[in-house]
């Protein structure tokens, strides 16, 4: 069963304007999350992370939100450029293991901004 | 300096026949993982090397897969024989740490098995 969701399988936005990627967890014990990027033909680059014990982790234009309580994460890209398009995914790991070989990802978000 | 590598970067092969994926990490990472991705779905921990060990193989499949790591420097991952699930992306990474954040990946194979 899967324990990192990303329901949005893709999302557009104008080129300027804030992009938002969500993400849901099930696991409880997950407690280090991180965002990936991914260009085609590439592999996935880390992106930014968040510990649980913070609810809001910011680098440059990207900034991670954690909601604890609703299980729930989400990258937020202000202001979006054209560069930014891409597969987007959401990983989260569980309670002292943040090794890579602890992760558990989503099924990605391809992110289009358009000029 | 050079990134990891992985070859080939796409195979299509028949059922039942044997594929071997290659990754060369970047110099001096002892750690090396494989992930695969199944068309559409998520990205999925295969195994972990650290030097020519195998620190975790929690993620293999079945014993069609074989991944071995000889001297501690790149990585081959065997099907055999392959099926038609097996397609996908085979992601190898390497990291000087075991932190993820540290995780370099390589562009991946693509797998088609038909």
């Known amino acids: 069963d899967q324990q990192v969701k990303q329901n949005s399988p893709s999302l557009s936005v104008q080129e300027g304007r804030i992009s938002i990627l969500n993400c849901d967890y099930t696991?409880?014990?997950?407690?280090?999350f991180l965002w990936y990027k991914k260009y085609p033909a590439e592999g996935p680059t880390f992106l930014i992370s968040?510990?649980?014990?913070?609810d809001k982790n910011e680098d440059g234009r990207f900034t991670v939100f954690l909601n604890k309580s609703a299980k729930h994460l989400s990258l937020h890209i202000v202001p979006s450029q054209p560069g930014d398009s891409a597969v987007y995914f959401c990983?989260?790991?569980?309670?002292?293991?943040?090794?890579?070989?602890?992760?558990?990802f989503g099924t990605g978000t391809r992110l289009t901004v358009i000029p | 300096e050079a990134g990891v590598t992985q070859f080939p970067s796409h195979s299509v092969i028949e059922k039942g026949q044997t594929v071997t994926l290659r990754c060369d990490p970047i110099?001096?990472?002892?750690?090396l993982y494989w992930y695969r991705r199944v068309m559409g779905k998520e990205i999925k921990f295969l195994l972990h090397?650290?030097?020519?060990?195998?620190?975790?193989e929690s993620g293999m499949p079945n014993n069609r897969f074989l991944a071995e790591r000889t001297g501690g420097t790149y990585s081959t991952l065997k099907v055999q024989p392959a099926e038609l699930e097996d397609s996908g992306v085979y992601f190898c990474?390497?990291?000087?740490?075991?932190?993820?954040?540290?995780?370099?990946f390589g562009q991946g194979t693509r797998l088609t098995v038909v």
């Open positions: 990983a989260a790991s569980a309670r002292g293991q943040t090794g890579a070989n602890n992760l558990f």
């Open positions: 990474a390497s990291s000087q740490s075991t932190g993820a954040s540290g995780a370099f």
């Open positions: 696991n409880s014990m997950f407690d280090y």
């Open positions: 968040i510990s649980s014990i913070k």
């Open positions: 110099s001096g990472h002892d750690n």
């Open positions: 090397f650290v030097k020519e060990s195998k620190q975790d």
